[in-house]
Nanobody, 127 residues
Framework: VQLQASGGGLVHTGGSLRLSCAAS????????MAWFRQAPGRERQFVAG????????YYGEFVQGRFTISRDNAKNTLSLQMNSLKPEDTAVYYC?????????????????????WGQGTEVTVSS
């Protein structure tokens, strides 16, 4: 599967952005999907993950109700609605797809569980 992320940009503190990830190739609905982010000099961080049909969702602890992940299997798209953005949310955001035998939080949050990655979209939050 090929992934193409978009929707990043520059916003002020408290603003909102909606990231999208368009998938092509093998059946999108067969993958667990996630958003990760990576700030300069820091490790890649799990943001949110969603199971094959969207019935099970996990968020990183820092999200605290500000972000919403969703997927549309009919349109082969993954989305991340981000509200109440903070300067510390500044990072490159990546969408990722992986084959999962079981969808569990301590597995879904690991970058090495995802075989396919988009190119990243940059989010900058100014104070």
């Amino acid at each position: 599967v090929q992934l193409q992320a978009s929707g990043g940009g520059l916003v002020h503190t408290g603003g909102s952005l909606r990231l999208s990830c368009a998938a092509s190739g093998r059946a999108f609905s067969s993958y667990g999907m996630a958003w990760f982010r990576q700030a300069p000099g820091r490790e890649r961080q799990f943001v949110a993950g969603i199971s094959w049909r969207g019935g099970s969702i996990y968020y990183g602890e820092f999200v605290q109700g500000r972000f919403t992940i969703s997927r549309d299997n009919a349109k082969n798209t993954l989305s991340l609605q981000m509200n109440s953005l903070k300067p510390e949310d500044t990072a490159v955001y990546y969408c990722a797809a992986g084959d999962f035998y079981q969808w569990l939080p301590d597995i879904a949050e690991l970058p090495n569980q995802y075989a396919y990655w988009g190119q990243g979209t940059e989010v900058t939050v100014s104070s």
